[in-house]
């Protein structure tokens, strides 16, 4: 059995008792968090406009104002990152957690190193990662400075300052590569190929975080039939195959000897024709308007 994370709203006092989601055991909330950022993690890379070889590196997961709880809950657990706005006001929507400065995005790192995605988020992270260690990469210190030219990336130098020219050159190519990088990632991205050591892994806990990132529930409103739908973006088709075998490989275990083999053929059928592509990802609220 697994836990949701997610606090349930009818239990106003639940940060008052034990709180059942601390049950959950780390390995497990990671699992949790990988497939929940599968659906609603973004990583930035930004450019410090008064500075252009200073770039700043954030992952940030946005909800509804409704699910600042969730937030503060892996915020809290982490301990990294905040969650803003820091004073939630009537007119406030969104909530987010946002990771940012040097440490906790290197803790950050850390845990996504051993939790692989199973979405193209993957290649977005490895980009980020990758940028972010060619610009935190320690850069030759000149021995002298000068207030002559400067060079293509901004960089002062003088007109016989080899140290200070080849300073520059080394931050700009730094510069140009991870500009290079961030035009790799989220809507930017045109190629979708995971590396051939690269995984699908199914587990309980990742698909509750994707379920509670991009699941809806519904009923149809013309047969009064109850739906469910994992709605994402087409190059994610791999994965949305990955999670109808997964449940499919479910169902044996949990019928009777006496289930008509007929209507499990038929349901397996329906599984995969129901596998469709969507010009975008499903959005957080629900079929009725409401957040999930």
């Given at each position: ?141 000149p021995s002298r400075t000068g207030h002559g030219a400067r060079g293509p990336c901004g960089i002062g130098v003088t007109e016989s ?33 995971q590396s051939e050591h690269h995984k699908i892994k199914i587990t309980p806990y990742w698909l509750l975080g994707l379920i509670e ?80």
């Amino acid at each position: 059995m697994i836990s949701s994370i997610i606090p349930i709203k009818a239990l106003s006092n639940y940060s008052k008792e034990i709180d059942k989601r601390d049950l959950v055991k780390n390995k497990d909330f990671y699992e949790w968090l990988r497939g929940f950022t599968d659906g609603e993690g973004n990583f930035y890379i930004s450019r410090d406009k008064r500075k252009a070889s200073v770039f700043k590196f954030s992952f940030r997961i946005e909800l509804h104002r409704n699910d600042r709880p969730l937030l503060e809950y892996i915020q809290n657990r982490l301990k990294i990152g905040k969650v803003y706005p820091l004073e939630l006001k009537d007119t406030t929507r969104k909530s987010s957690w946002e990771v940012y400065n040097k440490k906790d995005v290197e803790n950050l790192i850390k845990i996504f190193d051993l939790n692989d995605f199973n979405t193209t988020k993957q290649l977005d992270f490895l980009a980020w990662r990758e940028a972010y260690f060619i610009h935190t990469l320690p850069s030759p210190i000149p021995s002298r400075t000068g207030h002559g030219a400067r060079g293509p990336c901004g960089i002062g130098v003088t007109e016989s300052g080899t140290e200070m020219e080849d300073l520059n050159l080394s931050i700009c190519n730094k510069t140009k590569e991870i500009l290079r990088l961030k035009q790799t990632m989220n809507s930017n991205r045109i190629s979708f190929f995971q590396s051939e050591h690269h995984k699908i892994k199914i587990t309980p806990y990742w698909l509750l975080g994707l379920i509670e990132g991009e699941g809806s529930f519904w009923v149809s409103k013309n047969n009064l039939i109850q739906c469910f739908e994992i709605g994402l973006t087409l190059s994610q088709k791999p994965v949305i195959e990955a999670i109808s075998n997964y449940l499919l490989s479910l169902i044996p275990s949990k019928i009777s000897p006496e289930y008509n083999l007929m209507n499990l053929n038929e349901l397996k059928t329906l599984m995969h024709l129901n596998i469709k592509p969507l010009p975008c990802p499903v959005p957080r609220t629900g079929r009725d308007g409401g957040n999930k």
